[in-house]
């Protein structure tokens, strides 16, 4: 039963790798700014939520799962808030895209 | 080598590519979207070096450099929005 | 002194739910269950309560801005859900390299503030999304795959998690009036 769980875990991190691969090949892919940040940073954002999903699927209910509960929790409050920060920083400098309505 | 080493390794190179692109990124924006990239990278990689040092601190360190990352680029991206005046 | 402490007291009794949820932080810190622990877990998290109450912010702010624990865990899950399913529908972008990035401005349903920063936060938490400025209810959300322009606007937001927050504000008001 043990190794179940385990090789749960690391197929679960596994994926969380490949969505990490995935953002960091989409950097290099786009043109643009609002594209690279609309598709990159979010993916890798969802790559960082699966690994540590997987890491507290690996080591159960213990102290350690609590405190990765906790970076997780303070990584999704300010991820979203520092990525707001650049794109407002972005459209209010005038950086302007061809579409608006 | 185990598991966790393997994946430590694979984020390891992953940063790179981040700094990478702060080094090249076009406009000053990009850049501050590889660092917040690379960030998140040295997270993770410091939460593995806990789990395979077997010590729980490193988790600590991970909690630190988040808040610190975070509010370097909150400044700097309030820095650049008022062109220079805070 | 006594009126003062019965003041104390309602405002504990108040807040429990975040007292319960600072004893918790302050558990995973130590890493060790003993009585101790515990205790000086317990006082601290009333002293921060009560100092953030009487000095730093003046008013009920309490009875507006606290989610229960109950909807914070359903919205979390739901969030997870959300963030997931988007990621999903993103990858097909990468690997062709097509993006048609607009920025479109919506209206939300909540006129609560902090629950939509909230929203406007899972907005950009999701792939695909990012929300550029906020005024009121109205947002500004930079948008991948965008409805065209005879469609609804409002697909952008994840309806489903407005969903929760609107019952919450409902049950708001009911307890307020």
Redesign the interface.
Known sequence: MAHVIEWIANIVIIIGLIFMALGVFGIFRFKDYFSRILITAKVDTVGFITIMLGLIIKHGFDFFSGKIILVLALYIITNPIATHAITRSAHISGYRIKKER | MDFDSIVLTIIAGLSVFGLVRVLDGPTVWDRMLGFSLFSSKVIVAAVFIGIIINRTYMIDVALIYGVLGFIGTIMIARFIERKGDV | MKTYMNALWEDIVDNKEILILLSL?W???F??LTIFTVVSGIISSVVVLVFTDRFLLKGNYEHSYMIGLGTLAKYAFRL?VE??L??MD??P??IT?K?D?????CETILTDELLIDIL???I??????????KKGSTLQV???NAPA?DEDPRAVIPLKLEDILLRYEKSLGGEKA
């Open positions: 932080v558990l995973i810190l890493e060790e997870f963030i997931f988007a990621g993103v990858i972008n990468i390299g993006a990035v607009q920025i479109i401005t406007a936060n899972s950009t938490l999701t792939p695909g999304t990012v929300t550029v400025e930079l948008a991948l322009i």
